[in-house]
């Protein structure tokens, strides 16, 4: 059946650093992704969305990139921080569900 | 930060008995979903709502009900908890029907012994 997942479960990076985090996902119908941000104790938090009509985005410190061929997913952040140490998720949509389906994260570990 | 207000945030309760947990919203956002959270699995929706009284249900909602009587309240209820609805229980809201952008409650943790 169709899955959102994540390649890494656990991320360290060196503070300045870049990071990426990825994520697959295997229903080819999805057409609408999404990351999310999660710290400890708190509720996810929206960070970056993309539609399949697109292969990249840019926001904030964040870069999202969309493979439909390899159905991939990455969420780049350019110089890390010790406030973006927190688990991320990414969650994807299409036209025939109506609500997103989230994967089961990335543990972002940022080093001092 | 989107007015959100989950209640209780912690829950502690024995296998059998009722619980229901509160959502409240002062956005006005006409959906609301709730989810749950567990080590391995992500989120999981259990139940969703576009509107007052129009409800469905989402991918884990045996053991669970919902209700929605007001635009900012939407209840969610487990008539007789199990320990395998241990769990931890979120909120979200979101303005329109096809974004992914929900806004989240801080969670309430359950514990069903």
């Known amino acids: 059946g169709e899955s959102v997942g994540l390649h890494l479960p656990t991320l360290s990076v060196q503070e300045g650093d870049n990071s990426i985090i990825n994520c697959a996902y295997s229903?080819?119908?999805?057409?609408?992704f999404i990351w999310y941000k999660q710290e400890s104790g708190k509720g996810p938090q929206f960070i970056i969305d993309?539609?399949?009509?697109?292969d990249k985005r840019q926001g904030q410190r964040v870069t999202v990139l969309l493979n439909k061929t390899v159905k991939h997913l990455s969420l780049q952040i350019a110089a890390t921080q010790p406030g973006d140490s927190a688990v991320y998720f990414c969650?994807?949509?299409?036209?025939?569900?109506?609500?997103?389906?989230f994967g089961s994260g990335t543990r972002l570990q940022v080093q001092p | 930060d989107a007015g959100i207000t989950q209640s209780p945030r912690h829950k502690v309760t024995e296998t059998g008995t009722p619980v229901t947990l509160r959502c409240h919203q002062t956005e006005n956002h006409r959906y609301m979903y709730w989810y749950r959270q567990d080590p391995g699995h992500g989120l999981r929706l259990i139940h969703y709502?576009?509107?007052?009284?129009?409800?469905d249900k989402g991918e884990v909602s045996d053991g669970y009900s919902v209700s929605r009587s007001k635009t900012e309240d939407f209840l969610l209820t487990l008539e007789s908890a199990t320990s395998s609805q241990t769990s931890v229980y979120f909120c979200?809201?979101?303005?329109?029907?096809?974004?992914?952008?929900?806004?989240f409650g801080e969670g309430s943790r359950l514990t069903v012994l």
């Open positions: 229903n080819s119908a999805s057409d609408y």
């Open positions: 979200a809201i979101s303005e329109e029907k096809n974004t992914g952008e929900l806004f």
């Open positions: 993309i539609r399949s009509n697109m």
């Open positions: 969650a994807e949509k299409n036209t025939g569900r109506r609500a997103l389906t």
């Open positions: 709502s576009y509107g007052v009284k129009d409800t």
